[in-house]
């Protein structure tokens, strides 16, 4: 899926209000495999995830090449 700001943007193109603060981020945040969508407003950070993410039931984190290829390249400085 593909969101900018607060919205997503739907099969027809078009975007819908989907999130109540600014998407900040997007990245697998708790390492299970699965993005999740972080916002952002007046400095409260939310984290949403899908309830029907398939997790595989490894964390990521702990894999030093899954860090450096996913969530390095994410960082804002």
Known sequence: MLFWHKF?????GTGELYFPDTVFHMFDFTGQ???EVITL???RLSVFGS???AHSGKDSKKDLEYL???VVNHTHY
Do not use: I, Y
């Open 33 to 35: 495999g699965a993005e």
């Open 8 to 12: 997503r943007l739907n099969d027809a």
């Open 41 to 43: 407003n007046q400095g």
């Open 68 to 70: 450096r290829n996913s």
């Open 51 to 53: 309830r029907r993410a």
